[in-house]
């Protein structure tokens, strides 16, 4: 694969346009709070959109050949959520709840924001890539985020009684699979493997709101990286080491262990060294947790992805050279 065809075409075009968010944000035109709209319409409108037209124009077929995918992305990025948690959970100063928000950091790759932005400028605008967007999205909103707000309210009702919402621990499975870039996908492909056909004539409704999905959800975060204070520290390295080497490189291992497809494990392993996801800090502010250092790792995962992206696609099919599937 042509090294300068993806940073012309899935790079350069996602720092000119974050560049754009920045620099209105630091001159006043948007604020930190129009972010936070920007990524509710992306979250709540324009992705869920994507992802349903995208999924329901696949095949049945396509679905049973993807099992290895689904299984792979949920064992990779939850295996690696678990392990930044642990890892971050060793430091002295650190509590459980920023533990938790590391790797709701750390340890989920910002599949929704960027995810088509990225993919289909590199492998085409084709129902498998909005698959793998799919899929690793239902991986990060419909597990890894209940399971990082469970760990999360766990430590802050043992530092302080009643500071956190109490309730069942599976309310944040479901309040997440409220959420449209949960249900949706899912609903797709239920519509799938029901083989209902899908008529060419309702796409064209889904599809003007599902394009605003990867330029807003670009522009929107260089408005919130205009918002923060960028610092360096060791945890900062060492969360952006873990998003960016650690991730892809389980993701690869266990893909050709199981003789996964080679296209979809380049692309799930492109999905794995994404920049971390951007509805930690979120969660990170709404609580008041990890917010600073969050923050600059997410800060400093961007900057780097603009060297793995095509680092870990060159390395992905060197494996496959080496290990024929």
């Not at 324009?46 to 050949?65: D, H, K, N, T, Y």
């Not at 479901?174 to 609903?187: C, F, G, M, T």
């Not at 519509?191 to 004539?201: F, R």
């Not at 492109?270 to 923050?295: C, K």
């Amino acid at each position: 694969m042509n090294i300068t065809h993806i940073i012309l075409y899935a790079i350069v075009p996602i720092i000119v346009v974050m560049l754009a968010g920045y620099i209105s944000g630091k001159k006043g035109v948007f604020s930190g709070e129009d972010a936070k709209k920007f990524n509710k319409v992306v979250l709540d409108y324009a992705l869920p959109a994507a992802l349903f037209v995208s999924i329901v124009q696949a095949s049945r077929e396509m679905l049973v050949r993807d099992m290895k995918l689904t299984l792979v992305a949920t064992i990779g990025i939850m295996a690696c959520f678990m392990l930044v948690y642990f890892v971050f959970r060793l430091f002295k100063k650190n509590t459980g709840a920023d533990a938790a928000v590391s790797a709701l950091i750390s340890g989920s790759p910002t599949i929704g924001f960027l995810g088509f932005a990225v993919l289909e400028p590199i492998f085409g605008t084709n129902p498998s890539v909005a698959l793998v967007v799919a899929i690793v999205g239902i991986v990060v909103n419909a597990i890894g985020i209940p399971v990082g707000l469970s760990l999360m309210n766990a430590s802050l009702e043992k530092q302080q009684p009643g500071s956190a919402k109490k309730g069942s621990a599976w309310l944040p499975v479901l309040h997440a699979l409220e959420q449209p870039v949960a249900w949706a996908p899912i609903l797709a492909v239920i519509w799938v493997v029901a083989g209902i056909p899908w008529p060419d004539w309702a796409s064209p409704s889904f599809n003007l709101i599902a394009k605003a999905n990867a330029s807003m959800a670009v522009f929107s975060a260089g408005i919130t990286l205009s918002a923060i204070k960028f610092s360096i520290n060791f945890q900062v390295i060492l969360g952006s080491i873990m998003k960016m080497i650690l991730m892809p490189a389980v993701i690869l291992i266990i893909g050709l262990l199981v003789h996964m497809d080679p296209t979809n494990l380049k692309m799930l392993v492109v999905a794995g060294s994404l920049p971390p996801a951007f509805s930690g800090i979120i969660i990170a502010d709404e609580y008041n947790v990890y917010t600073a250092t969050g923050t600059s790792s997410l800060t400093l995962s961007i900057i780097l992805f603009i060297g793995f992206c095509p680092l870990w696609i060159w390395l992905t099919e060197l494996a496959l050279n080496a290990f024929p599937m």
